[in-house]
């Protein structure tokens, strides 16, 4: 039998994260505070966020232990599998091995969960009774809505318009799990009602669904806010994925030349990279590569600049690669990977060439999730299909150069509540965001004119 | 951390499928010929499956080698967990262990996946190029589906119509596969046509989609049919389950005092129940307990008689507990559980008291699934959440008497595709099969007057 699986147990969960931070050589740019221009202090964050997720999110520390109780949710389902792609690297008849880490094992079908336990946690040590955040795909949603479960917190889900029509399913299982879910913008905060006074027919960005989140929190006392990517301290509770990974890649007897990761607000491919990362600061040879849409094309066609987190510009500056705030992306499926900006980690690591940034297309993301699903048989999430678009094109690299290369990315999560996205595939109604550009799209994810 | 997990490695995925009819004392009692009431040979079902199916079907070997071939797809996602749910345990206060093998990692969603993989290969090695069948709520279409895919054959489904409009993602799924999907009664066969002319409104039943699937797969060369339970050679590619979940439970330190799996037809039961009945007849003390629904109550109330595997008696007469191929159950949500009839090997070992048999209502059975996703966070498919519900009484007797219990069920699949029906649960749209009773339902869910 092919050896395939690469499999841990329970006592290999990591009880660490790591913090990357603590080997970039110098502190990375901080959050500014919009009124002042000075750096935030915990203290400017304190309404929205508990203070140990300010202190993580401010931390040099190189490792954060894992709370036991974080460790006992952790264990529904983590470690997590990392497998080889046999039959894909047959079909592309590359020479290159393709490893990748799958995350769609967890309860809410992605990677996201393992922040969302984390934080939730802290809130509920803390005090907080009620969780507001926003979603774009749903899959922040629904992992914060499990995780707010398991600890006894209520849910309020803002989440992005067009997706919120697309997805129908992920309303229902956030609802199974007792969340509130509002398509944003919505009628529930003065921001929304603003925007839809302005445009009716607004698909939403996850930059509005973040303002109408915060202002939910700002107006009410015992509510926390959340936010699923983008910051340190997300990126560090996903680290359990790279950490998990290197073990695994150990177990192969393999080290990857390339670590590939698809980018939103850039949890999941953080949470694999910064791992690999700390091995490239000590002098290893390894590329990471950020796959990104090109209908929202934050590092490869945005500024590294100061820029607000949402469109109401509620939040701190974050120093960070952006199209603005203003930016509303086309409808594309990939509903997670609709922002506006990137981690400021992300960004920051892009801007010292440590990372590459490529964009693709979502014809090619949505062909190359069909090959991967006839051969390695999971229906891949479109967001993570992205890396598998990239992933292809370097296994074909290696077949042209005709030599091996080790490939390593995560599959962040399935795609069994986008089949919408999947049939508007088959039935060719998907339209390559070249052909969206400069227009606007209406909440049943065609182009519109603007 | 508390101890939740016992987890297999690749080298662990049995080589060999494990057949109670070796151990049964007897031979069981043989399918028949309806014209002629003789046992059927093998040359009597030759136009239907492959030469090497039949030959499991009828075999009393206690090991099969499972092919090489087939052992590399299993390899895609086998060995599954099994995890203890201690979450659950706290949540009812029960003194009882409760442990669960978890069959929804697998690409189709289910246990399913385990014999689609053996019969693709083995119509594929004789010759067949496309694969006609059936299927309820749509696990066992989407795992052949795949199954054709991974072996070059082409698929074409007939879907409970019920079914069908109650689960679209299941049709879509299905089609990223490449299979054709119809809802059934279709216009595509004669016996479909016949049922459409008697009533329009006809939901559908597992044994009126069995009926066309046949009648395609007879009125075709090159095309052959394929069932997802009931017969021997099903349990017997589904026995990986248990088999793995013996070594499992002997990693947790502990055995099973009873073992629960939910029945439609019986293929996930059987697959976790059958290597545990071979410990029951070496004389070891284990309980079996198959959970249907109160909706389509085979065991507890059908007949153990001859009966027809399909509507239109097109299959041989089998010896199993039936309610009579013209039943049509209610349209509940668990579609999967819809068959009139039930494997003749768990039949049997019911009749002979080495398996028990329970009916619950889907009322209860919701309530049970979502205290289940509450704590342990996977959302159940409605079949297995039938297992759950009767694996929540046996804790609470446990709890009641005192005394700790060990039970372990099989968790058969996830529900992110049957949200539909949680949505339903949740808004109080779900009636219970007794105010169903003596009526019939229409394709939207909802009871109506015959």
């Not at 740019?29 to 966020?49: K, R, S, V, W, Y």
């Not at 700002?218 to 560090?236: A, C, T, W």
């Not at 999971?378 to 990239?390: F, K, V, W, Y």
Request: charged residues 20%; glycine residues 8%.
């Amino acid at each position: 039998m092919e050896q395939r699986q690469f499999l841990l147990s329970q006592k290999d969960i990591p009880t660490e994260w790591y913090n990357i931070c603590a080997d970039l050589g110098e502190p990375p740019p901080p959050p500014l505070h919009p009124a002042t221009m000075q750096p935030c202090g915990p203290e400017d964050l304190a309404p929205i966020f508990p203070m140990a997720i300010l202190e993580q999110e401010m931390s040099a520390q190189r490792w954060i232990k894992i709370p036991e109780e974080v460790m006992n949710i952790l264990a529904l389902w983590r470690p997590t599998p990392l497998y080889r792609a046999i039959r894909l690297e047959a079909a592309l008849g590359t020479p290159a091995k393709i490893y990748y880490k799958y995350e769609g094992t967890s309860p809410a079908g992605s990677h996201k969960l393992n922040t969302a336990a984390a934080q939730a946690y802290y809130n509920k040590i803390e005090g907080t009774k009620r969780i507001a955040t926003e979603t774009g795909a749903g899959q922040w949603g629904s992992a914060l809505s499990i995780a707010c479960k398991f600890f006894g917190l209520g849910c309020t889900v803002y989440m992005v318009k067009c997706s919120f029509y697309q997805k129908p399913y992920r309303k229902s299982l956030m609802n199974v799990f007792g969340a509130e879910v509002y398509p944003s913008p919505s009628e529930k905060t003065d921001f929304g009602k603003s925007i839809i006074a302005k445009d009716p027919d607004c698909p939403g960005s996850l930059g509005i669904a973040i303002s109408e989140a915060l202002e939910d929190t700002l107006k009410h006392d015992d509510v926390k806010y959340s936010l699923g990517s983008v910051l340190n301290h997300v990126i560090l509770h996903q680290t359990v994925i790279g950490l998990e990974s290197k073990k695994q890649m150990e177990m192969a007897g393999d080290y990857p030349d390339v670590v590939v990761g698809c980018v939103g607000g850039g949890s999941n491919f953080g949470g694999i990279v910064m791992p690999f990362m700390a091995d490239k600061y000590a002098g290893k040879n390894v590329r990471g590569v950020a796959v990104e849409p090109t209908a929202c094309p934050t590092l490869t066609k945005g500024d590294y600049k100061y820029d607000a987190g949402d469109t109401a510009r509620m939040t701190p500056l974050l120093k960070m690669y952006t199209l603005g705030t203003d930016f509303i992306p086309p409808a594309i499926h990939a509903g997670g990977l609709r922002y506006h900006g990137m981690a400021p980690l992300i960004s920051l690591l892009v801007e010292k060439k440590m990372i590459e940034a490529v964009a693709v297309d979502q014809i090619d993301v949505f062909q190359a999730a069909v090959l991967f699903a006839h051969t390695e048989g999971i229906l891949p999430a479109p967001e993570s299909a992205h890396a598998i678009c990239h992933v292809v094109t370097e296994a074909k690299r290696a077949k042209e150069e005709g030599r091996e290369r080790v490939i390593l990315f995560n599959l962040s999560g399935h795609g069994l509540l986008d089949l919408g996205a999947y049939d508007a595939y088959l039935e060719d109604r998907l339209e390559s965001a070249t052909e969206c550009d400069d227009r606007r799209v209406n909440p049943n994810g065609k182009c519109q004119a603007f």
